[in-house]
C-alpha cells in the first residue's frame, strides 16, 4: 500500500558527483514536493510542482535541480553535491482543491564523502 | 516573507503528565495548521489538523485548539506516554498557494 515511494533509501555519493533522487506516488495527486531536512531541523521546502508547473523557492541554490516527467514520478537533481548537503530529502505530495493534506515519502538520506 | 515560530524547542514531561505545545504564525489568511510527529530517521507523520474555520479539534489523548485573532494553534498531549517522545512541527499552508511552512520542531521527551 506504498503511496509515496523514494528511491533510494540511502544515498553516498561523492563530493562534486552528481546524483539523482527519485520519488513516486500512487496517490494520483498533482502537487509534489522537495523538501531537505537537516539533522534536528524543519523540513525546507525547496520546490513544488503543481501539475507541471515548477516552482522555485527563492533560497534554493542552483545547485539543485528538478524534473517531473509525469503525474506518478518526480526527481531531484544535485548537480554537484558539496558536503552541506548532505541531509534526509523528503518527497511529498498533496491534492488541489479542499484536501489540504500532506503525504510524505520515508526519505532518502545522502551522505556526500 | 511568511513564518512560524515554534516553543519550546524541548519540552519533558513525566509520563501521565500533559503537554503543550504552542506555534505563531504570520500569515492572517493561512487557512490549514497541520501538526507533525517524527521519530529518529523516519518521516514526518500527520498526527492532527485544524482548519481555520473551526476553533478546535480532538482525537483520543491530542487536541489542537486554533486562535485566529492571536494567529496561535497549540498542540495539546493528555495522558502522555513513553512512545509520544518524538519531535513535533506544527506547519500552517500558505494562503493562495500549496506551500507549508513549517516551524522549528519541538523534542517531546516523555519521562518514564
Known amino acids: 500500500d506504498a503511496m509515496v515511494i523514494q528511491n533510494p533509501r540511502y544515498q553516498v555519493t561523492q563530493f562534486g558527483k552528481p546524483v539523482t533522487l527519485s520519488c513516486s506516488q500512487t496517490?494520483?495527486?498533482?502537487?509534489m514536493y522537495w523538501y531537505q531536512q537537516k539533522s534536528s531541523q524543519a523540513p525546507k521546502l525547496l520546490f513544488h510542482?503543481?501539475?507541471?508547473?515548477?516552482?522555485n523557492e527563492a533560497d534554493t541554490p542552483d545547485n539543485f535541480q528538478s524534473r517531473r516527467p509525469n503525474t506518478s514520478f518526480c526527481f531531484l537533481d544535485i548537480r554537484s553535491p558539496g558536503l552541506g548537503d548532505a541531509a534526509m530529502y523528503l518527497c511529498?505530495?498533496?491534492?488541489?482543491?479542499?484536501?489540504?493534506?500532506?503525504?510524505f515519502g520515508p526519505g532518502t538520506r545522502l551522505t556526500v564523502t | 516573507g511568511e513564518n512560524v515560530e515554534q516553543h519550546p524547542s524541548t519540552l519533558s514531561v513525566q509520563e501521565g503528565d500533559s503537554a503543550v505545545i504552542k506555534c505563531t504564525y504570520s500569515?492572517?489568511?493561512?487557512?490549514?495548521f497541520p501538526w507533525y510527529k517524527q521519530e529518529l530517521g523516519k518521516r514526518p507523520q500527520l498526527i492532527i489538523d485544524?482548519?481555520?474555520?473551526?476553533g478546535e479539534k480532538k482525537d483520543q489523548r491530542i487536541a489542537v485548539t486554533l486562535n485566529k485573532t492571536a494567529k496561535h494553534f497549540s498542540l495539546h498531549i493528555t495522558e502522555t506516554q513513553p512512545e509520544d517522545s518524538a519531535v513535533y512541527f506544527c506547519?500552517?499552508?500558505?494562503?493562495?498557494?500549496?506551500?507549508?511552512?513549517f516551524g522549528t520542531g519541538t523534542r517531546l521527551k516523555v519521562l518514564a
Open positions: 511529498a505530495t498533496s491534492k488541489s482543491g479542499t484536501s489540504y493534506e500532506q503525504y
Open positions: 496517490l494520483n495527486h498533482n502537487v
Open positions: 510542482y503543481y501539475d507541471k508547473d515548477f516552482n
Open positions: 500569515d492572517s489568511a493561512s487557512n490549514y
Open positions: 485544524i482548519r481555520s474555520n473551526v
Open positions: 506547519a500552517a499552508r500558505v494562503s493562495g498557494t500549496y506551500k507549508y511552512i
